[in-house]
């Protein structure tokens, strides 16, 4: 992964990553539902993606219900739909002091690292990126979104510990990706963006830190995504020392780029829905080029989605995408 990074930051060429699984789910004509409860239809959805478009890495299902279903909050996993967390796991500081660190064989957990590891087995041509959630993200899942901003201010101590166990099971997640041959793991955080740097520095970043300590080394990067940020809390999200960082389309780019150092891997940031799924193809061009020419001078960017491309996206505007980017580079 060092080499992969460094080839990107030497050269003109610009790569373009978008993270994307659901094109390959319909390819293969599965539901959205069997992809994320079967690990293999899941690894054939991702393979299917490498296989259709011109990828420089492959990227798996961004599920952000896997680690709150293992610790045993309720899922709704609809057909052709992302799956959500309904209810609320824990409420007080009882409840969380009561919460069980989970094994890696609850849930769905089992079904994911079966993906990873074969994808890591089977697409050798390119890196394999793995999906979690961020441990803010995923506290906020068990405890309720809305109920954890509050909590932060009037039970810090039993948020903190909440954290805490989050981090635990993902560093523990992490390390069994790493170990099922991936080469780095897209972490998505887009609740911390509803924080101040201060706050998001204070209950998301240190622990992200933890876990990027944990796994990240040459061999294996961690790519840092928050949606949320709008330009707050950038500073926050370098603090983690995560090797990329992904930033949503709610964010100036170039200002992003502006505010990282030009050895970290700056990516994003065109929108999933407004771009890639409700665009036509002309507009999907066009809306390329333009960042393209906007962020040109910046050799540590990679093009991107904003955040995961959703169910439905048409061949037609993905491919318009990286028609773009082809026909950028060859003017370089």
Not at 141 to 165: F, Q, T, W
Not at 182 to 210: F, H, I, R, W
Not at 240 to 259: C, E, P, S, W, Y
Not at 300 to 322: K, W
Request: glycine share 6%; net charge negative; hydrophobic share 40%.
């Amino acid at each position: 992964m060092k080499s992969w990074i460094d080839s990107i930051l030497t050269s003109k060429q610009r790569i373009a990553l978008p993270i994307m699984t659901h094109p390959g789910i319909e390819a293969i004509g599965k539901t959205v539902k069997e992809a994320v409860s079967d690990g293999q239809v899941h690894y054939e959805a991702i393979k299917s993606v490498a296989e259709q478009f011109a990828m420089p890495a492959c990227t798996s299902i961004m599920d952000l219900t896997v680690e709150a279903e293992a610790f045993g909050a309720t899922i709704n996993l609809p057909d052709n739909e992302v799956p959500t967390v309904t209810g609320r796991l824990v409420s007080d500081a009882e409840s969380i002091a009561a919460l069980e660190v989970p094994s890696l064989e609850k849930g769905r957990v089992p079904a994911y690292l079966l993906a990873n590891k074969l994808a890591a087995e089977n697409i050798t041509d390119k890196p394999v990126f793995s999906g979690c959630i961020g441990p803010f993200s995923l506290a906020g899942r068990l405890y309720d979104m809305s109920e954890i901003m509050v909590g932060i201010y009037i039970e810090p101590d039993a948020i903190n510990e909440l954290l805490s166990k989050c981090t635990q099971f993902l560093i523990d997640y992490c390390k069994a990706l790493k170990a099922s041959g991936t080469q780095g793991v897209v972490m998505a955080e887009p609740a911390a963006g509803l924080l101040s740097n201060e706050d998001c520095q204070m209950y998301s970043s240190g622990y992200v830190k933890q876990i990027v300590e944990a796994v990240q080394d040459d061999n294996f990067t961690v790519i840092l995504h928050n949606c949320g940020n709008t330009g707050h809390c950038t500073e926050a999200m370098l603090a983690t020392g995560a090797r990329a960082l992904h930033f949503g389309n709610k964010i100036d780019m170039v200002q992003a780029l502006n505010d990282c150092p030009a050895d970290v891997i700056v990516m994003g940031n065109l929108d999933p829905v407004g771009v890639f799924k409700m665009g036509t193809p002309d507009e999907v061009y066009a809306q390329t080029k333009e960042l393209l020419e906007k962020t040109t001078s910046y050799a540590n960017f990679v093009i991107s989605s904003g955040c995961d491309i959703p169910p439905h996206a048409s061949n037609a505007n993905i491919e318009a995408f990286f028609r773009a980017v082809q026909e950028y580079n060859e003017t370089i």
